[in-house]
């Protein structure tokens, strides 16, 4: 069954302190890795798409990587508006459906 | 940068009774969604729609919920017989093709419904 786990669940940091968030997966074939930013009440909001192990994105201060059981999104020197919570989702192959992370919550304070 | 719309924002309904959702998809895309996000919970898939016709749907997809692509611009989710535990947030998205190369899928702001 495709599974997501997303670590940590929350993550406070000082503004400028880099740090990086983890999202475990289980697909049968991986056909697209995403992350998304959610602020509260709002739809997700599309950061990147990876698609094969060693695949590496960047946009602004955040970096995305994929292996082939994990990705990471690194945020480097963040600041207060970078607050909010971070999605992964994975699609199988063989689907349409994305498979959603419960997220990690980020603070980041001045 | 195009967006995906819905209306309402927030809808309140009492239990039993139909409501439909809107959301008016990026002009040019092909493939629809709904999603929904319980308080607090994971976003979950409900279904997916491509070429007027439904091409996957969940469990939570039963014969409560129906979509539907009335005209050109425009994506519904009908629940037919809203129960409390339909209280979510539901959020439409579209993509440019199957599998998407740019930008992902673009999620609406989303619909808030409270079932009292």
């Known amino acids: 069954e495709d599974q997501v786990t997303q670590s940590p669940e929350a993550l406070r940091l000082q503004e400028g302190e880099s740090s990086s968030l983890n999202c475990s997966y289980t697909?049968?074939?991986?056909?697209?890795l995403f992350w998304y930013r959610q602020d509260p009440g709002k739809g997700p909001e599309f950061l990147f798409t990876l698609y094969s192990a060693g695949e590496e994105k960047e946009k602004e201060r955040l970096k995305a990587t994929l292996t082939k059981k994990e990705s990471f999104l690194h945020i480097t020197a963040p600041k207060p508006e970078d607050s909010a919570t971070y999605l992964c989702?994975?699609?199988?192959?063989?689907?349409?459906?994305?498979?959603f992370g419960t997220g990690t919550r980020l603070q980041v304070f001045p | 940068e195009p967006e995906v719309t819905q209306t309402p924002s927030h809808q309140v309904t009492q239990m039993g009774q139909e409501v439909i959702l809107r959301c008016v998809p990026i002009s040019n895309h092909l493939y629809f969604y709904w999603y929904r996000q319980i308080l607090g919970q994971k976003v979950e898939f409900l279904v997916s729609?491509?070429?007027?016709?439904?091409?996957?749907k969940s469990e939570i997809f039963d014969d409560q919920f129906s979509v539907e692509r009335p005209d050109g611009s425009n994506f519904t989710l009908k629940i037919r017989s809203t129960k409390l535990e339909d209280s979510a947030m539901y959020f439409c998205a579209s993509t440019e093709g199957e599998v998407p190369r740019n930008y992902g899928y673009t999620f609406g702001s989303g619909t808030r419904l409270t079932v009292v």
């Open positions: 989702a994975v699609q199988d192959h063989n689907t349409d459906k994305l498979i």
């Open positions: 697909v049968s074939g991986l056909r697209g």
């Open positions: 729609f491509y070429n007027n016709e439904i091409s996957e």
